[in-house]
């Protein structure tokens, strides 16, 4: 192991690594701590969630509180689960093909106008969802209401935004197709391919790890988004697990936290 301390790199010695090791170790801990204090409180009985002071221990371990959650009569979270799991991959999949397609344009193709619309992309990024929230609520009303489809109470509102681009994941994307060497896509046009071929055979390829950050942040976000469900979804049998989780918590007034 070797530190750059401004004026050159050395290495450090074997104690110093095992100090910095240990140092590293103690940090990682400490992230760990309220995944395994989660998991110990899932695991215990209700009064034991309560103790002071807290034990990390359950005593008796109590692993069927799992099947009471799995299994309670009105909040179906396996159906949570598959309403989840379908909105993310329609999202995943929209966001990961239509941003990589836009980036594609403003990096690899010069048009006039690229960098203003580049620009004002980018200034969508500082308009938060609750801004919005009201106008494309009556979008959606009015697709509705004008034949164009059922859009509130379904998961349309909630999917088929993400085919239209991502603001942040086309900037990411962007900045890593401007990395790739312009010499492979000229020699691809040389050899008569498209745009669309070069951005299919050459860049797709070469940009899975950029396309695989872009779908692991989309599916993240989707997984734990509470106000879009909130929003647009009417149904219990539609809640996704954001959604399904707080009503179970809020349903008898307090949290049951080994719950």
């Not at 989309?218 to 929003?231: E, Y």
């Not at 149904?235 to 954001?242: E, I, P, R, V, W």
Request: proline residues 7%; glycine residues 8%.
């Amino acid at each position: 192991m070797s530190i750059d301390s401004g004026g050159g790199r050395h290495r450090l010695s074997r104690g110093q690594r095992i100090v910095v090791h240990v140092a590293l170790l103690c940090i990682c801990a400490g992230f760990l701590l309220p995944l395994v204090w989660m998991v110990s409180t899932s695991l215990k009985p209700l009064e034991q969630t309560q103790e002071i002071p807290p034990s990390f221990v359950p005593k008796p371990p109590q692993p069927g509180n799992y099947l009471d959650v799995i299994r309670h009569e009105k909040m179906k979270f396996p159906l949570f689960t598959r309403n989840t799991l379908i909105i993310a991959l329609l999202c995943v999949v929209g966001t990961t093909l239509s941003s990589a397609l836009v980036a594609y344009g403003f990096a690899r193709v010069d048009f006039r106008g690229r960098g203003v619309l580049f620009a004002l992309m980018l200034a969508t990024m500082m308009v938060p969802f609750p801004v919005t929230m009201v106008s494309m609520f009556a979008i959606f009303r009015w697709l509705g209401e004008h034949g164009l489809g059922q859009w509130l109470g379904t998961f349309r509102p909630l999917w088929v935004p993400a085919w239209f681009g991502n603001a942040f994941s086309i900037f990411l994307l962007r900045q890593f197709f401007r990395t790739l060497p312009d010499d492979l896509s000229e020699a691809a046009r040389i050899d008569g391919c498209s745009e669309l071929g070069i951005f299919t055979r050459i860049v797709l390829p070469l940009s899975k790890p950029a396309l695989a950050v872009v779908a692991l942040f989309t599916f993240l976000g989707v997984w734990n988004d509470f106000l879009g469900p909130l929003v647009y979804l009417q149904d219990q049998q539609q809640y996704t697990l954001a959604l399904g989780l707080q009503t179970f918590q809020s349903q008898h007034g307090g949290t049951e936290w080994h719950y």
